[in-house]
Protein backbone atom coordinates (compact mmCIF):
# COMPACT_ATOMS: atom_id res chain seq x y z
CA UNK A 1 0.00 0.00 0.00
CA UNK A 2 1.52 3.32 -1.02
CA UNK A 3 0.14 6.17 0.80
CA UNK A 4 2.75 8.90 -1.00
CA UNK A 5 1.18 11.97 -2.07
CA UNK A 6 3.43 12.21 -5.25
CA UNK A 7 4.26 9.23 -7.93
CA UNK A 8 8.00 8.17 -6.83
CA UNK A 9 10.05 7.87 -10.46
CA UNK A 10 13.12 5.96 -10.80
CA UNK A 11 16.08 8.37 -11.98
CA UNK A 12 19.76 8.35 -12.40
CA UNK A 13 20.13 11.86 -13.02
CA UNK A 14 23.40 13.85 -11.93
CA UNK A 15 22.86 15.76 -8.46
CA UNK A 16 25.31 18.17 -6.86
CA UNK A 17 24.45 18.74 -3.03
CA UNK A 18 25.95 21.28 -0.39
CA UNK A 19 25.45 20.92 3.65
CA UNK A 20 27.33 20.92 6.79
CA UNK A 21 27.08 23.07 9.83
CA UNK A 22 29.98 24.34 12.01
CA UNK A 23 32.48 24.61 9.70
CA UNK A 24 32.00 21.32 8.41
CA UNK A 25 31.16 22.08 5.30
CA UNK A 26 30.60 19.73 2.06
CA UNK A 27 30.31 20.08 -1.38
CA UNK A 28 29.49 16.56 -3.25
CA UNK A 29 28.53 15.16 -6.71
CA UNK A 30 25.88 12.38 -6.55
CA UNK A 31 23.28 10.54 -8.59
CA UNK A 32 19.41 10.23 -8.02
CA UNK A 33 18.01 7.02 -7.09
CA UNK A 34 14.04 8.20 -7.62
CA UNK A 35 12.57 11.63 -7.17
CA UNK A 36 8.83 12.71 -6.62
CA UNK A 37 7.18 16.04 -6.02
CA UNK A 38 8.09 16.00 -2.35
CA UNK A 39 11.42 14.51 -2.41
CA UNK A 40 14.90 12.08 -3.33
CA UNK A 41 16.48 9.40 -2.51
CA UNK A 42 20.08 9.63 -4.00
CA UNK A 43 23.53 8.54 -3.78
CA UNK A 44 26.33 10.50 -2.23
CA UNK A 45 29.86 9.76 -1.22
CA UNK A 46 29.89 11.33 2.40
CA UNK A 47 28.06 10.77 5.65
CA UNK A 48 25.00 12.78 6.54
CA UNK A 49 22.83 12.86 9.51
CA UNK A 50 18.62 12.37 9.80
CA UNK A 51 17.52 16.01 10.10
CA UNK A 52 20.20 17.82 8.02
CA UNK A 53 19.45 20.42 5.97
CA UNK A 54 20.95 20.53 2.60
CA UNK A 55 20.81 22.51 -0.63
CA UNK A 56 20.74 20.68 -4.13
CA UNK A 57 21.13 21.20 -7.90
CA UNK A 58 19.47 18.75 -10.15
CA UNK A 59 20.28 18.41 -13.43
CA UNK A 60 16.95 19.06 -15.09
CA UNK A 61 15.44 20.42 -12.11
CA UNK A 62 17.04 23.24 -10.66
CA UNK A 63 18.00 24.04 -7.14
CA UNK A 64 15.70 22.46 -4.67
CA UNK A 65 16.56 22.58 -0.45
CA UNK A 66 15.42 19.98 1.86
CA UNK A 67 16.75 18.71 5.17
CA UNK A 68 17.84 14.59 5.22
CA UNK A 69 14.68 12.08 6.30
CA UNK A 70 16.74 9.01 6.30
CA UNK A 71 20.31 8.47 6.44
CA UNK A 72 21.89 5.60 5.39
CA UNK A 73 25.21 4.22 3.84
CA UNK A 74 26.27 5.60 0.44
CA UNK A 75 23.17 8.12 0.76
CA UNK A 76 20.24 9.96 1.72
CA UNK A 77 16.65 10.28 1.61
CA UNK A 78 15.63 14.40 1.65
CA UNK A 79 12.26 15.99 1.54
CA UNK A 80 11.96 18.89 -0.53
CA UNK A 81 11.29 22.74 1.66
CA UNK A 82 9.23 24.41 -1.07
CA UNK A 83 5.61 25.62 -0.87
CA UNK A 84 3.01 22.61 -2.23
CA UNK A 85 2.33 24.62 -5.15
CA UNK A 86 6.05 24.29 -5.76
CA UNK A 87 5.69 20.92 -5.35
CA UNK A 88 2.53 19.81 -7.38
CA UNK A 89 4.37 21.69 -10.40
CA UNK A 90 7.51 19.66 -10.05
CA UNK A 91 5.08 16.53 -9.42
CA UNK A 92 3.56 17.38 -12.74
CA UNK A 93 7.16 17.80 -14.38
CA UNK A 94 8.43 14.55 -13.52
CA UNK A 95 5.15 12.84 -14.34
CA UNK A 96 5.06 14.72 -18.43
CA UNK A 97 8.81 13.88 -18.61
CA UNK A 98 8.20 10.51 -17.47
CA UNK A 99 5.58 10.10 -20.26
CA UNK A 100 7.76 11.05 -22.83
CA UNK A 101 10.27 8.70 -21.72
CA UNK A 102 8.03 5.64 -21.40
CA UNK A 103 6.80 6.27 -25.35
CA UNK A 104 10.53 6.33 -26.37
CA UNK A 105 10.94 10.31 -26.78
CA UNK A 106 13.62 11.44 -24.84
Known amino acids: NNLRR????ADNRKVRVKGGTDGSAWDQEGTLDDISG???SLQINVQVHNNAFVDMHVQGVGHVRGNVV???DGGAAVSFDMADSK???????LAAFNKTIRRGGY
Do not use: D, M, W
Request: charged share 25%.
Open 87 to 93: KEQLANS
Open 70 to 72: RAY
Open 6 to 9: YPRY
Open 38 to 40: SGA
